[in-house]
């Protein structure tokens, strides 16, 4: 059974950081795209970074480059997102997904074949 746990979001103040962790498990992330989507309340779930897992290209939404940075750790299948200079409007839901094969193949967060439960990022101004 394929599993995605977020871990990391609180709440915090605009020009704060925080980072995200996503362990996965009963799942070879290693030929794979993996990416963090953000949900604000009322709002269609949208892409914020993903990565192709084998290469390490990265792909950022207009909205987060600059500020965000996606990463991970292959040896402890983790994925992380740093989240730098946070403004209000970075609040939501924040989700791991998973999907096999490289992102070319992922053109939007309806793509993700595998996803996590999310985990809640507040930013106050």
């Known amino acids: 059974e394929v599993q995605l746990v977020e871990s990391g979001g609180a709440s915090v103040q605009s020009g704060g950081f925080l980072r995200l962790s996503c362990t996965i498990s009963?799942?070879?992330?290693?030929?794979?795209?993996m990416g963090w989507a953000r949900q604000a309340a009322g709002m269609e779930r949208a892409g914020g970074a993903k990565m192709n897992i084998a290469g390490g290209s990265t792909y950022y939404a207009d909205s987060v480059r600059g500020r965000f940075t996606i990463s991970r750790d292959n040896s402890e299948n983790t994925l992380y997102l740093q989240m730098d200079s946070l403004k209000p409007e970075d609040t939501g839901m924040y989700y791991c997904?998973?999907?096999?094969?490289?992102?070319?193949?992922?053109?939007?967060?309806?793509?993700?074949?595998?996803w996590g439960q999310g985990t809640q990022v507040t930013v106050s101004s």
């Open positions: 997904a998973a999907h096999p094969g490289p992102c070319t193949v992922v053109p939007s967060t309806s793509h993700f074949r595998y």
């Open positions: 009963g799942y070879a992330v290693s030929s794979n795209c």
